[in-house]
């Protein structure tokens, strides 16, 4: 074998955890590896497909500290309302039951919602440019871990030495596996239906949960474009049938149902794009490292989409791992991953709790729960340190 390639960090998933920590460490000075199974083109889709991500205020300091903000293509629209609601079929009027006002909290607002296409290409023109980061994909990598350093192997005799590996590779992670380190899942007997819409009247700028038996139904807003000047995002939860059904569902009727669900505030509403479904299910790590290795978002924890926080756990994740990397001499050292551990899993453990309570108090129809919930809302409403608690928490920020 030929003498390796020696890196600081080697990252394996370019997906957005994995791309933005990347750049993050590589705009630190640090010397990153990082690999995909996909090449970038593919990574990359052409026109507009209807997926959104919701990056919290919190969250913003990475992807500037990854030079990836200022890269964004497409303006992200700022969330700087939400309101919560008792969804009824059949309705024309939307009654927020709980409302919440980003300027009772803090000056910025509660987070964006960025299209999913415009971070894929921040990520892969920072990626292009970068002189401190190896991009190897479409690759699939054989990493063996010791107590100093571990060895990432290709096809074909390449080999990289780094003193910690990162596995951003998902909730199927490969390394986690490799690793030994077991799982807990929660499966969820729900599919998360995930499209854009056109609408006739400005959402203004605030996104709206509605609570229906099957599971929450989310509008996000988004920023408009040239076809569609009134946008938003919708997340649509509900039992594995009914959204094969709508998945399927001609897009005239389509329209239809989705307006039957989010009421006539917004007026008509049509498709833009493709719909996209996901099987829903939780899952947490028991352990976040191992010699030599880092488990970081989906490859160490999923959560319910009922309170849009995944992919920002996520980035919490990179940002506190990137800290401590940078705070260190030895990035893959035990002590530094315990420290990692120890700063991440209260805050995952959380909200995995609380999404997965919120979920199953809300995705039903008995009427005593009914008149709890409501009733809940409505003291929430009536309790500003609660709500600013919340809030805080939203935003992904210090209560």
């Known amino acids: 074998m030929a003498n390796p390639i020696n890196v600081n960090i080697a990252v394996i998933g370019a997906g957005p955890v994995g791309g933005i920590l990347a750049c993050r460490l590589a705009n630190a000075a640090h010397s990153v590896l990082l690999v995909d199974r996909a090449a970038p083109p593919h990574m990359e889709r052409s026109g507009f497909d209807g997926r959104v991500y919701a990056v919290a205020t919190g969250s913003r300091p990475l992807l500037e500290e990854a030079g990836l903000w200022q890269r ?114 929660l ?47 919708i997340v649509l939860t509900e039992s594995h049938d009914v959204a094969d059904q709508l998945t399927r569902m001609e897009i005239t009727r389509f329209n239809r149902e989705v307006g039957r669900r989010l009421g006539d505030h917004l007026g008509g509403v049509r498709l833009i794009g ?21 488990l970081v978002g989906d490859s160490a924890h999923t959560v319910h989409p009922i309170a849009g926080q995944g992919l920002n756990l996520g980035l919490r994740d990179a940002a506190t791992l990137a800290e401590l990397i940078d705070a260190n001499d030895d990035p893959g050292s035990l002590r530094l991953l315990a420290a990692y551990q120890t700063a991440r899993r209260p805050d995952n453990l959380l909200m995995l709790a609380a999404t997965d309570s919120l979920n199953r108090l809300f995705s039903n129809n008995l009427q005593p729960v009914r008149v709890a919930r409501d009733l809940g809302l409505a003291a929430v409403e009536r309790m500003p340190w609660l709500k600013h608690l919340f809030m805080r928490t939203a935003m992904g920020l210090n209560a």
């Open 187 to 233: 499966a969820y007997r729900q599919t998360a239906l995930v499209c854009a819409i056109a609408h006739e009247r400005p959402h203004n700028n605030v996104a709206l949960q509605l609570f229906f038996p099957g599971g929450p139904t989310a509008q996000l807003p988004m920023t408009g474009t040239a076809e569609a000047i009134h946008l938003s995002g």
């Open 72 to 185: 964004l293509p497409f303006e992200p629209c700022p969330i700087d309302h939400i309101g919560i609601s008792e969804g009824k079929l059949p309705h024309s009027k939307t009654s927020i039951l709980l409302h919440f006002d980003h300027r009772q909290a803090a000056d910025n607002p509660f987070g964006w919602i960025i299209e999913a296409g415009s971070i894929r290409l921040a990520l892969n023109s920072a990626l292009k440019d970068s002189s401190r980061i190896v991009l190897r994909a479409p690759a699939q990598a054989n990493v063996e871990r010791y107590t100093d350093r571990a060895l990432i192997k290709f096809a074909g005799g390449e080999t990289y030495s780094a003193r910690l590996v990162i596995a951003a590779d998902g909730r199927t992670s490969t390394l986690r596996a490799s690793a030994k380190i077991p799982v807990t899942r």
């Open 274 to 294: 493709q719909r996209w479904s996901y099987r829903l299910s939780a899952l947490h790590a028991h352990r976040y490292f191992a010699p030599r290795l880092a």
